[in-house]
């Protein structure tokens, strides 16, 4: 076993398989079709064949413009013979201010938790995502934003100022979250089980940002200030500046000074004086030279593998790296050339997402059904079958109020723009309830505060389960015959033809209630609404 493990170990140092990555004049889909099914017929696994168009479309939809698609828009779709009708509805979805709004929620839920689940933190710079993604900035611009925190530019300095109080929160998010790598084994020694990561690693990270501190509403950065650590042989040592590859910077100010041995309280006198003038800028800025290393050609390989890495598990519900917080060279990717070969494609296309975004949706693997008939299901690291994925708050919450409004609110008459006024205002209804819910991490299981609000609390019929004209249960009392109102019911809210055995169930429990149509019906949309076909995106 020892044996094993030493030479996995060896292994994943090892250059990826091939001298020469494919050109780079190859479209992002045709890339990620070739390097996954390499893989696949090596492994001699079978694959799941591709999705039909409903559920190709609804997870378009979700992961594009975080719902689920109307009756109307799934009518036109799949009754569509166009061959590019995939191609056309990515670029549709895309173009939407939907998508850039999505786009925020997912941003800002990754700058505010980058490493756990739960209920979102501080953090997150909506202000600033929002704008600058309605810009289409780049990643790498925004990546400087954050780390400069330049007042001129607002918002951009949230990011630091909700960790500045715990310097080391600050270090490893920010390694966390722009350059995978979870760093914090290694603040009180070298780390035992990943030879990379030494306490040299952790504390020259740390010298980068620990001359930052917070004045008034502002944040200023010293010219001086060391950081100093103690190893594990009792040694007191000085950090140099030092990027995560090991690249030092050798900067000016290298000197204790009375703030860094106060820990900084020099620079927090003014916390509560809100009009206090903003700090003057130093002649050598510490961030600025952590960003200027992070996206250097030899060293951004950290920056640019971690963007793609967090993309691709966004879309595929798996990182090619995973977890996603640690990249290092004993967690060896599971398609290293593929990794490779969108980081550098991403970085020489100036780290723009949308590029990226949409080669990756365009592609066979992620088109992929999510059940396998098989005998043995194939590994998940494979992507030969598409990873089930939890709805995130707003994906749900918004999905909820669309799959509970009447089909005729969104008629196949409604002009895009209205279509997109009128979804947005569903997603500012939504906000309220998406606050109730948690963020899905990998592992991901219903909680109990979930499964108890969907069960007893009234909020749930008094939002969705209202019975009005432009409401579903609205709609479906007008219909008489039984057949047809069991048909608008399932077709609403899980987007796709009902089966005849499920026609058959919602009539037979309809016409058992004839005394008490309105509750029978509010209980079948409830049991949709709570089944884990609509809880999840497959």
């Not at 790598?181 to 990270?205: F, M, R, T």
């Not at 809100?274 to 992070?294: C, E, N, Q, T, Y």
Request: proline content about 5%; overall charge positive.
């Amino acid at each position: 076993m020892r044996a094993l493990i030493l030479m996995i170990a060896i292994l994943s140092l090892l250059p990826a398989r091939g001298s020469e990555l494919l050109p780079k004049d190859k479209p992002i889909q045709q890339i990620v079709d070739h390097y996954i099914d390499e893989l696949i017929k090596d492994q001699g696994a079978k694959v799941a064949p591709q999705a039909d168009d409903a559920t190709i479309l609804r997870r378009l939809t979700l992961d594009l413009n975080g719902r689920i698609p109307t009756v109307a828009e799934w009518k036109e779709y799949v009754e569509s013979k166009d061959p590019l009708k995939k191609e056309k509805l990515v670029d549709r979805l895309m173009s939407s201010p939907a998508f850039t709004r999505h786009q925020l929620e997912e941003f800002e839920t990754m700058l505010a938790q980058p490493a756990s689940g739960g209920r979102r933190g501080p953090g997150g710079s909506r202000e600033y995502i929002a704008r600058v993604f309605k810009e289409n900035r780049s990643w790498d611009r925004i990546f400087r934003d954050l780390l400069l925190a330049d007042e001129k530019e607002k918002g951009s300095s949230d990011f630091l100022k909700a960790r500045i109080k715990d310097q080391d929160r600050l270090t490893n998010d920010v390694s966390v979250v722009f350059f995978g790598v979870n760093i914090s084994c290694a603040q009180c020694h070298d780390h035992p089980l990943v030879h990379d990561w030494k306490q040299e690693h952790y504390y020259g990270l740390k010298s980068f940002l620990a001359r930052t501190f917070e004045q008034g509403a502002f944040l200023g950065e010293k010219d001086t200030g060391v950081v100093s650590y103690k190893t594990t042989k009792n040694e007191n040592k000085t950090a140099r500046m030092m990027f995560l590859t090991g690249k030092v910077i050798e900067a000016p100010g290298m000197v204790p000074d009375n703030e860094t041995k106060k820990g900084g309280k020099a620079g927090k006198k003014n916390d509560k004086d809100k009009s206090s003038p903003p700090p003057p800028a130093p002649k050598f800025s510490a961030r600025a030279a952590l960003a200027d290393v992070a996206l250097q050609s030899d060293q951004r390989q950290f920056f640019a593998k971690n963007i793609v890495n967090r993309t691709w598990h966004r879309f595929f519900g798996r990182g090619l790296v995973t977890p996603l917080d640690q990249m290092h060279s004993e967690n060896a990717p599971s398609h290293p050339e593929l990794l490779d070969w969108l980081a550098r494609d991403t970085a020489e296309n100036s780290y723009d997402l949308r590029r990226l975004t949409r080669g990756l949706v365009l592609s066979r693997a992620y088109s992929r059904a999510s059940s396998f008939e098989g005998d043995r299901q194939p590994d998940a690291h494979l992507f030969a079958v598409a990873r089930i994925r939890a709805m995130t708050p707003m994906q749900i919450a918004t999905s909820l109020r669309l799959a509970t409004t009447a089909p005729d609110q969104f008629s196949a008459t409604l002009k895009a723009d209205e279509l997109d006024k009128r979804i947005e205002g569903y997603e500012s209804a939504s906000r309220g309830f998406a606050s109730l819910l948690e963020q899905p991490r990998d592992d991901f299981q219903i909680s109990v505060t979930e499964a108890l609000m969907f069960s007893n609390n009234d909020r749930i019929q008094k939002e969705f389960l209202i019975d009005a004209k432009d409401r579903l249960i609205g709609a479906a009392q007008a219909f008489k015959d039984l057949d047809q109102a069991a048909d608008l019911l399932l077709k609403n809210v899980l987007v796709r033809t009902p089966t005849a055995d499920e026609k058959k169930a919602v009539v037979e429990y309809l016409s058992a209630r004839k005394d008490r149509p309105l509750e029978a019906l509010r209980q079948v949309v409830w049991a949709l609404l709570t089944s884990a076909e609509f809880r999840f995106n497959y």
